[in-house]
T-cell receptor, first 113, second 116 residues
């Protein structure tokens, strides 16, 4: 059964730093992986989707990589800003399901001004 | 930019009551989903819906739950007799394509359900 883990659970860094969030999954048979942002008490904003055949995707200051064989993805945030403070979730769509996403618990990111 | 909308934003109900959570998916999307997130826990899949029928459901989605697309725009989740443990944030999502590897799901802002 697919399981998704995110480490660390929380991260606090000064503004301006580049940082990496990690996501690992136990079964490499996936269709894709999505990174989301969740602000407190709010909805889930899709940041990036990486298809299983891709190695990385970029959107602005965000870059997500995927190493399917090792079951890992990273989300790189360049030049962090206080507005980046949120919980970042990764979710995979496993090949043994139709469309459901299987979620990690998230990394709570705090960017200190 | 098109977005998924959900109503109400917060619903408070008594245990044993029926609730209906409403969602309006993005207009040209064909696949619809409900997920939930109990406070402090992971997001969990409930059900996916395509072509007016359930395509997949989780163990959580028991006989107390049902989904419906009553018209061309709304997608609803009904909980027949709510329990305390149904208290959670419920998210609706939709996606457009059937392509397996590119099926980006877009989420609404959620409905916070509180069962007293």
């Amino acid at each position: 059964k697919q399981e998704v883990t995110q480490i660390p659970a929380a991260l606090s860094v000064p503004e301006g730093e580049n940082l990496v969030l990690n996501c690992s999954f136990t079964d490499s048979a996936i269709y894709n992986l999505q990174w989301f942002r969740q602000d407190p008490g709010k909805g889930l904003t899709s940041l990036l989707l990486i298809q299983s055949s891709q190695r990385e995707q970029t959107s602005g200051r965000l870059n997500a990589s995927l190493d399917k064989s090792s079951g890992r993805s990273t989300l790189y945030i360049a030049a962090s800003q206080p507005g980046d403070s949120a919980t970042y979730l990764c979710a995979v769509r496993a090949m043994d399901s139709n469309y459901q996403l299987i979620w990690g618990a998230g990394t709570k990111l705090i960017i200190k001004p | 930019e098109p977005e998924v909308t959900q109503t109400p934003s917060h619903q408070v109900t008594q245990m044993g009551q029926e609730v209906i959570l409403r969602c309006v998916p993005i207009s040209n999307h064909l696949y619809f989903y409900w997920y939930r997130q109990i406070l402090g826990q992971k997001v969990e899949f409930l059900v996916s819906f395509y072509n007016n029928e359930i395509s997949e459901k989780s163990e959580i989605f028991d006989d107390q739950f049902s989904v419906e697309r009553p018209d061309g725009s709304n997608f609803t989740l009904k909980i027949r007799s709510t329990k305390l443990e149904d208290s959670a944030m419920y998210f609706c999502a939709s996606s457009q394509t059937r392509r397996s590897s590119y099926n980006e799901q877009f989420f609404g802002p959620g409905t916070r359900l509180t069962v007293l």
